[in-house]
């Protein structure tokens, strides 16, 4: 008989908007033999997000929310969140902010990464602002998701230096590649605390 204790199985959403790419690396990860979670569902507010064809590929349930009404989209996100007996959600890329309401209902629950060393450079085009300040480090966050933008407790972060010809392209590119290594990290560690 295998040995039940300390094995978890823990049914996460992924809330996108765009290219995905912090998707289908949690996706990877959840296919290796010690994940000790499952990628349930997906949530975009862009019916056009390029990271919903992983979806399609790996048989992921998906949600396109239109995000006209504000209340309602949240209502209908919480729905689906209950139907698929979600327990974590991690915002990758999700450009929409979440309602105290709805943080509330996931108290603890929802992580995000953002691509700086917060609490510095919150919030759009971070690589550009850093960049400007000719900043010799930036890096990547994964944080707990709170009511203040970019602002919950840290859960990970990783520095990562800036080259003399760096373009916020360049940047973001080599930052990005760090984000696929941290975000499963963080994933795992909350995982193991709960
Ligand atoms: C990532 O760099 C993520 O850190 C950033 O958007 C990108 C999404 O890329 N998130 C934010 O800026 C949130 N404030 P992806 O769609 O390829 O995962």
Do not use: W
Not at 22 to 40: T, V
Not at 114 to 143: A, F, I, M, Q, W
Request: hydrophobic share 35%; net charge positive; aromatic share 8%.
């Amino acid at each position: 008989m295998p040995k039940l204790t300390g094995i978890k199985n823990i049914n996460v959403a992924v809330f996108i908007s765009g290219t995905g790419s912090n998707f289908i690396n949690l996706i990877e990860h959840s296919f290796k033999k010690k994940s000790k979670f499952k990628i349930k569902l997906v949530i975009s507010n862009n019916p056009k997000a390029k990271g919903l064809k992983y979806a399609k590929k790996y048989k992921i349930k998906k949600k396109i929310i239109n995000y006209k009404n504000l209340k309602n989209s949240e209502k209908d996100i919480l729905s689906e969140l209950d139907k698929t007996n979600i327990q974590i959600i991690c915002l990758a890329g999700f450009m929409k902010i979440l309602t105290v309401n709805f943080i509330k209902r996931f108290k603890g629950k929802i992580i995000n990464i953002h691509p700086s060393l917060l609490p510095k450079y919150k919030g759009l085009n971070t690589h550009e602002r850093v960049l400007d300040n000719n900043e010799n480090y930036s890096g990547c966050t994964v944080h707990y998701v709170n009511s203040k933008l970019d602002a919950g407790k840290i859960i990970l972060q990783k520095k990562v230096k800036i080259f003399k010809n760096d373009s916020s392209e360049k940047l973001s590119k080599r930052i990005l590649k760090h984000e696929h290594l941290l975000y499963p990290r963080a994933l795992k560690k909350i995982i193991s605390s709960l």
